[in-house]
């Protein structure tokens, strides 16, 4: 699918994608020459993979999990909540605990795209970057940087990681 280069069909197509203030995410993309449209889906495919605040169902299947494969990876993450679970831990905290450990990861890893901080002898002029491929994986467009920068602007619950209110 060619992408829209004027900010009408552009903005149209961030609101479908459920973009907050799709017209911004437009206007930078067809003003500033930002590839917007690639920087705000692949966030968006990141924030799936974080922990809903709305979601405590996860805690269930990892106690399932380690109840079930002690030793296997990653039963320490049962066995921790199990611990949790015992001293009265409330499940909003673990969700938003883990929640804001997987989105300082991922803001992380976008810092980690744009710049690898490599000070070794022999491979402190190497890099990586996120691009535009096509269909077939092949190269076609440009970088897409700076993401650590629209990372907390993506949050699903529109609160930028601020705690929740509670009433």
Known sequence: MPVPDNQKELTELFKALGAED????ADSQTTEGINQLHRFLFLR?????VVSENDDA???EELANYKQFPVQPFAGIGKALKRMEAKGVEREDIVDLVRGMQVRLLADFCYLLDDPSLDEAGVADLGWALVEANDDCELAGTVIGGLHESVLSTDPTGREMRPRNKA
């Open 22 to 25: 799709p017209e911004s995410w």
């Open 45 to 49: 495919q990141a924030w799936q993979r």
């Open 58 to 60: 996860w805690i269930d």
